[in-house]
């Protein structure tokens, strides 16, 4: 069974940062794609970064020059570092992932931004 977990979310003023981590477990292979997702109160879950095995990204055109993902395809862990964050970043963040044609995603973690 694949398994999301993330960490680093919080409070953080409006120009902050904050890391977001993911480590996935019970993979045996590496995951293709792997990423950010977030989801603001009233509103549907939206993209925010992914990465794929072959190094590709996509990012979210509002967060695009203010956040950076990375990952470990040997470790399977992806990161998002978030700057310059604003208040429309607030949202539960989870970590997303694709293996073998199957979606998993983590149980989320929440970041607020303080104007």
């Known amino acids: 069974q694949v398994q999301l977990v993330e960490s680093g979310g919080g409070l953080v003023q409006a120009g902050g940062s904050l890391r977001l981590s993911c480590a996935a477990s019970?993979?045996?292979?590496?995951?293709?794609?792997m990423g950010w997702y977030r989801q603001a109160p009233g509103k549907e879950r939206e993209l925010v970064a992914v990465?794929?095995?072959?190094?590709?990204?996509n990012f979210r055109e509002s967060v695009r020059g203010r956040f950076t993902i990375s990952r470990d395809g040997a470790k399977n862990t992806v990161d998002l570092q978030m700057n310059s964050l604003k208040p429309e970043d607030t949202a539960v963040y989870y970590c997303?992932?694709?293996?073998?044609?199957?979606?998993?995603w983590g149980q989320g973690t929440q970041v607020t931004v303080s104007s």
């Open positions: 997303y992932g694709n293996y073998r044609m199957r979606e998993y």
């Open positions: 990465t794929r095995s072959g190094g590709s990204t």
């Open positions: 019970g993979t045996i292979f590496s995951i293709n794609l």
